[in-house]
């Protein structure tokens, strides 16, 4: 069974740092590339950060470019999500998804997680 | 980025009848390449259709897909009381992706 669960989700103070975590089984981690979508509460679904299944290309929405980093372990088939700066805006649900393809554009999210929470907050 | 804008935002139909919900980008979508998922409540969403009209897998036939350029179209015939979701369309054709704000099928 293809399957996507993420971690590291917390409630922590603006300013602060969190890293998440998603293991990935059921499917060949090291052919597809992966990215982080985030639902606000009450809100829609909004990109994050993607990554080619190399490693080579990363992307990220404007709101996190500077203070987020999405990495891979292909050899762990785990993605992460370093999050640094926190803001109250960050406050969401972030899901892990698998890409269509190798690369993070391009292409539909075909496997979802049940998602990690974030709060910010003082 | 390209603005994706679904309509209407709530829907509600009884069982049997046909849902048709549309999403209407501020650009042309590379490729036509849009995809819907379906949320249901408390649950992670679920890809529907992908490339405009392609259905993934295990996906009913009662799910189709249409459209092209700015103006796509999510078709579920034949409503089940099991259909009762948020409904969200992606385009991935234009860096960033980006989402529709959703439309929230209500089953009566």
């Known amino acids: 069974e293809v399957q996507l669960v993420e971690s590291g989700g917390d409630l922590v103070q603006p300013g602060r740092s969190l890293r998440l975590s998603c293991a990935a089984s059921?499917?060949?981690?090291?052919?597809?590339?992966m990215h982080w979508v985030r639902q606000a509460p009450g809100k829609g679904l909004e990109w994050v950060s993607g990554?080619?299944?190399?490693?080579?290309?990363?992307g990220y929405a404007d709101s996190v470019k500077g203070r987020f980093t999405i990495s891979r372990d292909n050899a762990k088939s785990s993605l992460f999500l370093q999050m640094n700066s926190l803001r109250t805006d960050d406050t969401a649900l972030y899901y892990c998804?698998?890409?269509?393809?190798?690369?993070?554009?391009?292409?539909?999210?075909?496997?979802w997680g049940k998602g990690t929470t974030v709060t910010v907050s003082s | 980025e390209i603005v994706l804008t679904q309509s209407p935002g709530t829907l509600s139909l009884s069982p049997g009848e046909r849902a048709t919900l549309s999403c209407r980008a501020s650009?042309?979508?590379?490729?036509?390449?849009l995809a819907w998922y379906q949320q249901k409540p408390g649950q992670a969403p679920r890809l529907l259709i992908y490339?405009?009209?392609g259905r993934a897998t295990g996906i009913p036939d009662r799910f189709s897909g249409s459209g092209s350029g700015t103006d796509f179209t999510l078709t579920i015939s034949r409503l089940e009381p099991e259909d009762l979701a948020v409904y969200f369309c992606h385009q991935y054709g234009n860096s960033p992706d980006t989402f529709g704000q959703g439309t929230k099928l209500d089953i009566k």
């Open positions: 998804t698998k890409g269509g393809g190798s690369v993070f554009y391009y292409y539909y999210m075909d496997v």
């Open positions: 990554i080619s299944w190399n490693s080579g290309h990363t």
């Open positions: 490339n405009a009209s």
């Open positions: 059921g499917f060949t981690f090291d052919d597809y590339a």
């Open positions: 650009q042309s979508v590379a490729s036509d390449y």
